[in-house]
């Protein structure tokens, strides 16, 4: 078992929290994956391992009840239940999602991010509380087809959920958090109970039923699209704008055609991840690159370490907006590969899209602060300048 202490990991640690990417290249350096008691689970951190424990369905498993856990129905959505099961809800949603990821979609999204600029006043502002985060939580549901968050509920909901993401690190916040996602599963239910049936969302929970699913996987899964506003679409948002922030030439001289606009937003997933890794649990007893694991143990797959690897990634510590092809795993790989992706790809393409037109430059205005959060890496606090 390799739990050299010289590479342990402490994700809350705020040195980590400040940068995580020489932690990760430590325990990259090990060639093997480490033990991590706390977590109880093997953390992986090469492009190798974490690509190989995504594709082996048999052997671990997303569907933790399948490792002889308890998982409660409102728990099993797309991203918790595994093939052949998982095949149905996945191809349904996918679908949608390509639907709702139109050309009028990215036009309106042009034109409100147009419209907020232009609102801006002049002088310093926290770009996330102040922008991001408004964005997203305006896009989600304009993108889905659901009623305008109302932030007052939204945000202490938000706020518990993203927190109970690390209730394996602080195991106070899983209560709040299971207590938000009912609460949030509430407010949705009440939304596509009051669609008409034609209407994209009840149209997806219908052609999913259709294909063998149950309900409440169909409904938990439109929930997790819902969770996004909340942490990996705004959390995208503001590493990307971090990064622009500290480099002037990346808007100015790297973004000069759609095409590179179109291919830019992969680089920011990958440089800085917004989710940072998930697990899988194994199936049984195995041997994996040299260690002995047993069934019911984590792998922690630490994507935002696999995309600084360099034997995967040229120059990874760069940010090289021409970067192409560009396998990183940010949103998992294989069946598992998240589904609402299209959405940040395209939220982002657009508010890159406008930047370049408006000829908009960004400065620091002082200094980044991240969220005392493990598994979604985002900015509390990034005090900007636009110049328009």
């Known amino acids: 078992m390799t739990t050299d202490a010289a590479v342990e990991y402490h994700p809350l640690d705020p040195d980590t929290l400040l940068d995580p990417y020489p932690v990760y290249a430590s325990l990259r350096a090990t060639g093997a994956p480490v033990w991590n008691q706390k977590l109880d689970s093997w953390v ?5 391992d974490c690509r190989q424990v995504l594709l082996d369905h048999e052997n671990f498993a997303a569907d933790w009840r399948r490792a002889g856990e308890t998982v409660p129905d409102p728990a099993l959505d797309v991203h918790t239940i595994d093939p052949p099961d998982h095949t149905a809800i996945y191809g349904v949603l996918a679908g949608s999602l390509r639907d709702m990821a139109s050309d009028g979609l990215a036009a309106r999204t042009r034109a409100h991010i147009a419209a907020v600029l232009d609102a801006r006043p002049d002088g310093p502002f926290n770009a996330i509380t102040e922008f991001t985060e408004p964005l997203a939580r305006w896009f989600i549901p304009e993108a889905i ?15 518990a959920i993203t927190q109970a993401m690390d209730s394996g690190l602080n195991p106070a916040a899983r209560e709040p958090g299971v207590a938000a996602q009912r609460q949030l599963a509430a407010m949705i239910e009440g939304w596509v109970t009051g669609m008409d049936a034609d209407h994209p969302i009840r149209v997806l929970v219908a052609n999913a039923m259709a294909a063998g699913v149950p309900r409440h996987i169909a409904m938990n899964s439109l929930r997790t699209l819902v969770v996004n506003g909340f942490t990996a679409v ?32 992969h680089e920011f997933f990958r440089y800085e991840a917004p989710i940072q890794g998930t697990t899988r649990l194994a199936v049984r007893d195995l041997e994996f690159n040299g260690v002995k694991v047993r069934r019911g143990q984590g792998m ?46 395209l939220l982002l393409r657009e508010l890159l899209t406008v930047l370049v037109e ?26 900007l300048e636009f110049s328009k």
Request: a neutral charge; proline letters at 10%.
């Open 358 to 383: 408006r000829g908009t430059t960004l400065k620091p205005a002082g200094p980044a602060v991240h969220k005392k959060l493990a598994t979604v890496r985002t900015l509390a606090e990034l005090p």
């Open 44 to 48: 992986l951190t090469s492009y190798r």
């Open 145 to 159: 087809g659901v009623p305008p968050f109302d932030l007052t509920t939204v945000r202490p909901m938000a706020e």
């Open 300 to 345: 922690l797959m630490l994507f935002a370490a696999a995309n600084r690897d360099p034997e995967q990634f040229d120059g990874p510590d760069t940010v090289r907006l021409d970067r192409w092809p560009n396998h990183h795993l940010t949103f998992g790989y294989g069946a598992h590969a998240c589904t609402g992706s299209l959405l940040a790809h």
């Open 234 to 265: 705004p959390a995208s948002l503001g590493n990307a704008l971090n990064v622009l922030s500290r480099d002037a030439s990346l808007l100015a001289d790297q973004l000069g055609s759609p095409e590179a606009i179109d291919r830019a937003p």
